[in-house]
């Protein structure tokens, strides 16, 4: 990698002490403190290299940002630097640029943002020091790769790709050329409809950028989704750079694995890097496309430390670097959509399969009047056996995992709940015929007890119905179809994702039931009907985004169906078979939910129309918690001069979240919000340094969520 645009190292001249040269370096650290730290060295330091700064007792890696000539304090309370790496080049400007630019847009410190986005090895002082560092993480994997004879032999030109036996119909074909012919950067927003083909666009716009000699960034929302994904990228591109063109990125990895794949990338020897949200901040020295696919999805907005979305911060890095962006999805975002239609992004459509087959029927079950045995009409229960007879498929979807959300006394109402949480407790069924019940807010689990807690009572019976309370009730009406079941419980074990997902694909299985990892993605070419169980529940949530998740959600589990076959069809239970949502749902009509989203959204001035920030505050009681937000809402009022942009900024009154204790921790939430982005991004530079000084004062953890994704 280049780097000669770099500043050179700074001297300072000789320090009498030592009676050599010495030279200043401005460190960002990963500590929840504001700026960055001076350190003195006895030997040259560049920008973007990486360093070991000791921190009170603490050794911890660093990334220089500054060579001052002079430091900001007294160079004889300067500490030294305990080592300058240098196992990799400095960090490469544009990488440094998209860290300087999520640290004033989130507001965060900036080695919050810049140490995190690197591989643990890479960040961690015991990496390098103590007898077992063996001269670094970098040094002991080169070793290893090399005993193995895996390093990867590095790209020269546009190395023949394998031809492409995959002919495009006529608006995959208009998407790609679309895609080729953009100049610099640009957003496409690639709209296809389930089974339409949006992965072969990808491929052939890939295709076209490796061909030049450039690197793709390719982005899913979920771990479960690379996969598939993988074998397809290895498959078509296998003779590309002697068979080492892909890397994969995410958290599934072991620290080794992802160091390998960051480093592949970094160099430049890995053309593809396949990835999660963490992949966006990866080092790529000749990136030539980004490609976010299911760029609505949840999983790309980080939910702790920053918060921050990788589908934005991707449409910054390809504005940063002039290169194109494709963000691909059945049902866009509302912002999203909203930019294609105000003309800031470039939209392009894919209206119909691309094996020419019919889009399913989707068929609202009305249960208002039904009598429902363990969840299920008898309708669904009749249609699943039709397809089975028919030795086609059946997903029995279901976004809720477990035996059974709750765990109830019919003597007296007793109800399980945690003891930490203000929520209830889901009981699980674990091997053996055992049972437990474990909170899914703070991770804690207890035995089922054998009597009521309140009165005695040994009649506990479960209310509601998890996946496994699905399996269990399949399993004794069809006992003879084999059933799978993929969550996060079955799941969790490295590898067995894949494991299943490809049972399903080979025909091993009858009846998958699901949650929403099996709703996006997969191409099952043998699944004739989708049962929605529960959809309901998300109708009247209280964030206003629940509509919009429901719908994408919907949308994507129905397109599961009829990809390779006419007549395959969707059933869905609700009791509100006329709400706006599903009747979009049965036209497959995004279009049409879109524009009656969007103007209940313009109405009520919400976003895409505002742009928001959510202050969220922890404290062992709700009124300390409560009390900081009171200050933090008064504080900009009386100090306006500070605060000039206040009368374009609401704050609304501080509550306590819809689910306030979670591990004996209780929390409550101050939202703001604006209807400029400039104005809110100002005000909120001031009012983060006052939160600072404050939350030291009131003794409160607390987090400020730029672009909120759920309040």
């Known amino acids: 990698m280049s780097h000669s645009s770099l500043p050179p190292p700074s001297e300072s001249g000789p320090d009498p002490k030592l009676g050599q040269a010495v030279f200043y370096a401005r460190v960002a650290l990963d500590v929840p403190l504001p700026g960055l730290f001076d350190y003195c060295s006895a030997q040259p330091v560049s920008v973007g290299q990486r ?32 080592q300058v790496l240098d196992d990799l080049p400095a960090m490469p400007v544009d990488w440094l640029r998209l860290m300087a630019f999520a640290s004033r847009y989130y507001h965060r410190p900036l080695g919050e943002v810049m140490l995190p986005a690197l591989p643990p090895p890479l960040r961690k002082a015991s990496s390098y020091t103590g007898k077992r560092s ?80 450039r690197q793709v960034l390719f982005m899913v929302p979920e771990i479960n989704l690379t996969p598939q994904l993988e074998g397809v990228l290895r498959a078509r591109f296998a003779d590309f750079s002697g068979g080492h063109a892909l890397a ?36 790529m020295p000749d990136l030539g496309l980004i490609i976010v696919d299911e760029e609505h999805d949840a999983s ?62 989707i068929k609202m079950v009305d249960t208002r009047r039904l009598r429902l045995e363990q969840g299920f009409s008898p309708q669904v229960v009749e249609a699943i056996e039709q397809r089975l007879q028919a030795n086609e498929q059946v997903l029995v979807f279901l976004n809720r995992r477990g035996y059974a959300p709750v765990l109830r006394c019919t003597s007296c109402g007793w109800v399980s709940q945690c003891a930490h949480c203000t929520a209830h407790v889901v009981l699980h069924r674990m091997q053996h015929g055992r049972a437990r019940l474990q909170c899914h807010h703070c991770g804690g689990y207890s035995p089922v007890p054998r009597a009521c807690p309140t009165c005695g009572d040994m009649d506990l019976q479960p209310m509601g119905r998890g996946t496994q309370r699905v399996e269990e009730f399949l399993a004794e009406r069809f006992p003879d179809a084999r059933i799978s079941r993929i969550d996060a419980d079955s799941t969790r074990l490295k590898g067995s994702a894949e494991r299943l997902f490809s049972e399903v694909h080979q025909g091993d299985v009858d009846i998958l039931v699901g949650t929403q990892m099996v709703a996006k993605g997969h191409d099952f070419a043998n699944l004739g009907l989708v049962a ?84 969220v505050a922890e404290g062992r009681e709700l009124a300390q918690a409560l009390t900081f937000l009171e200050q933090m809402r008064d504080l900009p009022a009386s100090r306006p001069d500070t605060y000039p942009t206040l009368d374009q900024v609401m704050l609304y009154d501080p509550v306590p979240l819809r689910i306030v204790r979670v591990a004996n921790i209780e929390r409550a939430q101050l939202l703001v919000e604006s209807p400029s982005r400039p104005a809110l991004q100002r005000f909120l530079t001031q009012w983060n340094e006052d939160l600072f000084q404050a939350g030291r004062q009131a003794r409160v953890r607390y987090s400020l969520e730029v672009d909120p994704f759920e309040i």
């Not at 939910?303 to 991707?314: F, I, P, V």
């Not at 890095?317 to 290169?323: A, I, N």
Request: no cysteine; charged share 20%; glycine share 10%.
């Open 532 to 615: 929605v169980l529960n959809a309901d529940s998300m109708l009247f949530a209280q964030d206003f985004r629940a509509p919009e998740r429901l719908f994408a959600q919907l949308m994507q589990v129905a397109g599961r169906a009829g990809r390779h076959r006419a007549g395959a069809q969707v059933m869905l239970q609700t009791d509100y078979p006329d709400q706006p949502v599903y009747r979009s749902l049965q036209r497959h009509d995004y279009k049409g939910f879109a524009d009656y989203a969007l103007g209940e959204r313009e109405a009520l001035g919400l976003p895409p129309f505002s742009y928001q920030a959510l202050l």
């Open 300 to 361: 790309y907005k980080q939910q702790d430390g920053l918060r921050y979305s990788a589908r934005d911060l991707a449409v910054w890095r390809g504005h940063d670097l002039k290169v194109p962006v494709v963000l691909g999805s059945a049902t866009p975002s509302l912002e999203s959509w909203n930019h294609a239609v105000q003309g800031r992004y470039t939209p392009l459509e894919l209206t119909r399969r691309a094996r020419e087959t019919p889009m399913p029927d």
């Open 134 to 213: 063996g001269g670094g993480p970098v040094l002991r994997l080169e070793k290893r790769l090399k005993k193995a004879g895996a390093i990867a032999s590095g790209f020269s030109g546009a190395a023949g790709l394998q031809t492409d036996a995959h002919q495009l119909n006529d608006e995959q074909q208009s998407a790609v050329s679309a895609i080729a012919a953009m100049q610099g950067h640009g957003v496409v927003l690639l709209r296809g409809i389930t089974g339409s083909g949006k992965t072969e666009v990808y491929l052939h716009a890939a295709r076209k950028v490796l061909d030049m000699g």
């Open 51 to 82: 360093v070991i700064a000791p921190f009170g007792p603490r050794q911890l890696v660093g990334v220089v940002v500054e060579v001052p000539d002079k430091p900001g304090i007294e160079p004889g309370q300067l500490r030294p630097l305990i």
């Open 248 to 283: 994969v990125l995410h958290s599934g990895l072991s620290d080794g694995e992802r160091l390998e794949s960051w480093l592949k990338a970094a160099r430049g020897d890995a053309r593809i890097l396949l990835g999660t949200r963490m992949a966006v901040t990866t080092p």
